[in-house]
């Protein structure tokens, strides 16, 4: 079993940055084939933002060449840096590793 905890969510002015980490527990998320960050906006689906799979990072198209994700093994953990925040980031982000979820992080991207 993994335990995930997300954190590094807040308000942020449009054009900011935030940084998000995903600290995993359990097991180690060396390994894990995929692992990712996604979002989910009011009254909206939840949706992939970043990817790792198999060692490959992907994007959607919405944030590529804003956001960049990152995996420290060491440290066992998942990371998410926003740059260029644009209000429609706004959205509560989880972090997914092998299939278990974190609890999610408010980012606001708001003047």
Same mark, same amino acid.
Request: aromatic fraction near 8%; charge should be positive; charged fraction near 15%.
């Given at each position: ?7 590094g ?19 180690s ?10 979002? @989910?906006?009011p009254g909206?689906q939840? =949706?992939a933002? *970043?990817s790792?799979?198999?060692? #490959? &990072?992907e %994007?959607?198209?919405?944030v590529e060449?804003?956001?960049t994700?990152?995996r420290?093994?060491?440290?066992n953990t998942?990371d998410? @840096?926003?740059?260029?925040l644009?209000? =429609?980031?706004? *959205?509560v982000?989880?972090?997914s #590793? &092998?299939? %278990?979820?974190g609890q999610g992080t408010?980012?606001?991207v708001?003047?």
């Amino acid at each position: 079993q993994v335990q995930l905890v997300e954190s590094g969510g807040g308000l942020v002015q449009p054009g900011g940055s935030l940084r998000l980490s995903c600290v995993a527990s359990g097991r180690s998320i060396s390994s894990a084939y995929r692992v990712g960050w996604y979002r @989910q906006a009011p009254g909206k689906q939840r =949706e992939a933002v *970043a990817s790792i799979i198999a060692g #490959v &990072m992907e %994007y959607s198209t919405s944030v590529e060449g804003r956001f960049t994700i990152s995996r420290d093994n060491a440290k066992n953990t998942l990371d998410l @840096q926003m740059n260029s925040l644009k209000p =429609e980031d706004t *959205a509560v982000y989880f972090c997914s #590793v &092998m299939g %278990y979820w974190g609890q999610g992080t408010q980012v606001t991207v708001s003047s």
